[in-house]
């Protein structure tokens, strides 16, 4: 089975560093995109930034470059996406997922079960 | 960058009545589009891309069309359990979503 497990909910403190991950499993990691979206509460989706594992070609949304840094590790089938200083506004469920087509960006058929951030001081 | 404008942000509907939720993108975007289902604390569920195909389980009441710029879902014979957020995406220009239609079930 196709599966992406994301780590579980955070509470941080504004200022503070978190790397949150998403585990790929049950296909062929290196060649599909996985990307990162944002879900502020009660609101849409923001695309954050897309990696090619095989290589770690990443792309950024301008909105988020400099923001977050995203990176994978192919050994270990995973996905990152850090934080160098949090921000109360970073508070969100943070969801990966993954191209529904190989080695192509496209629509995004396999999600993650959502990541929740709770950024507050 | 392309901008995905969803209508209406809201909709109402009888069960057993048909649904239509709309998409426009600020360019072209050929095919490129997909929609997603995301019901309350949920991860959103894709339904359809490449405009028209159905993703794999979703049932023939789900149905998309369009290209370029103006783009359509229609959801047929609703049911209860279709109550939730629809969102489109374009895949064309790296990526945008749309900022989502919510569909009650009256």
């Known amino acids: 089975e196709v599966q992406l497990v994301q780590s579980g909910a955070e509470v941080k403190r504004p200022g503070e560093s978190l790397k949150i991950s998403c585990e790929a499993s049950?296909?062929?990691?290196?060649?599909?995109?996985i990307a990162w979206m944002r879900q502020m509460p009660g609101k849409g989706l923001e695309w954050m930034g897309v990696?090619?594992?095989?290589?770690?070609?990443?792309r950024y949304n301008p909105s988020f470059q400099g923001q977050v840094t995203i990176s994978a590790d192919k050994p270990t089938r995973t996905v990152y996406l850090q934080w160098h200083s949090l921000k109360a506004s970073d508070t969100a469920t943070y969801y990966c997922?993954?191209?529904?087509?190989?080695?192509?960006?496209?629509?995004?058929?396999?999600w993650g079960q959502g990541s929740l951030v709770n950024v507050s001081s | 960058e392309t901008v995905m404008t969803q209508s209406p942000a809201t909709l109402s509907v009888s069960p057993g009545e048909r649904a239509t939720l709309s998409c426009r993108a600020s360019?072209?975007?050929?095919?490129?589009l997909a929609w997603y289902q995301q019901r309350p604390g949920q991860a959103p569920r894709l339904l359809i891309y490449?405009?028209?195909t159905r993703a794999t389980g979703i049932p023939a009441r789900f149905s998309g069309s369009g290209s370029g710029t103006e783009f359509t879902l229609s959801i047929s014979s609703l049911q209860s359990e279709d109550s939730a957020v629809y969102f489109c995406?374009?895949?064309?220009?790296?990526?945008?979503f749309g900022q989502g239609t919510k569909l009650e079930i009256k």
């Open positions: 490449s405009a028209s």
């Open positions: 990696i090619f594992p095989d290589d770690s070609d990443v």
């Open positions: 360019q072209n975007i050929r095919s490129n």
């Open positions: 049950g296909y062929n990691f290196a060649t599909y995109w």
């Open positions: 995406h374009q895949y064309h220009d790296w990526y945008a």
């Open positions: 997922a993954r191209s529904e087509v190989e080695s192509l960006r496209h629509a995004f058929g396999v």
